[in-house]
């Protein structure tokens, strides 16, 4: 099983960034996916979800600006990040989990700095 995570960067305020989660070794379309960061000295911040049926979840803090999506032929995970602000700059991992697995990918760093 492989999550790979692509697409972060450094960026200036209210920019944009589009993140890749690729997904291989499990039935993408089972699982529901997320996205998590976490913020250098900080814990983990759950961003957003899509589920199986293709309901979408975000955190208050991102509503509105980032918009997370799959393209299941491509077993890819995508988030797409507007508006960046300086308080978006974290690692940004994909998750993928059932009621019984979960994996993770190794992360992609977003810096939002002028």
């Known amino acids: 099983v492989q999550l790979v995570e692509s ?33 250098p000295g900080k814990g983990p911040e759950w961003v957003s979800a899509l589920n199986t049926g293709g309901s979408t979840y975000y955190a208050d803090s991102v509503k509105g600006r980032f918009t997370i999506s799959r393209d299941s032929a491509k077993n890819t995970l995508y988030l797409q990040m507007n508006s960046l602000k300086p308080e978006d700059t974290a690692l940004y991992y994909c998750n993928g989990k059932t009621i019984t697995q979960a994996y993770w990918g190794q992360g992609t760093q977003v810096t939002v700095s002028s």
Not at 9 to 31: D, E, H, I, K
Request: aromatic share 16%; proline share 3%; hydrophobic share 40%.
């Open 7 to 39: 697409g972060g960067g450094m960026v200036q305020p209210w920019g944009s960034l589009r993140l890749s989660c690729a997904v291989s070794g499990f039935t993408f379309s089972n699982y529901d996916m997320s996205w998590v960061r976490q913020a």
